[in-house]
């Protein structure tokens, strides 16, 4: 191997990590909006699961305030 070709090697490794830690920053971020996704998920299925008692048992002011307490929430 050339002392040219050991360069070109340790250039090409070294572009490759900057690509690598981009493409690292862009997985955190994803990772965090997923997360956050996720929560608003289980606070919805929360709001369901808090609103099928009442609505079952006709309890309208339970509803509304389940409904009020989520509205603020938002």
């Not at 690509?19 to 956050?36: F, I, K, P, W, Y």
């Not at 002011?61 to 009020?68: G, H, K, N, Q, S």
């Amino acid at each position: 191997m050339t002392t040219t070709d050991l360069a070109r090697r340790v250039r090409t490794r070294i572009r490759d990590r900057g690509t690598l830690r981009d493409r690292v920053r862009v997985l955190e971020a994803e990772v965090q909006e997923n997360r956050q996704l996720n929560r608003r998920i289980a606070e919805l299925t929360d709001v369901v699961a808090e609103l099928l008692v009442p609505l079952e048992a006709r309890d309208h002011a339970r509803v509304d305030e389940v409904l009020d307490r989520f509205r603020t929430g938002l």
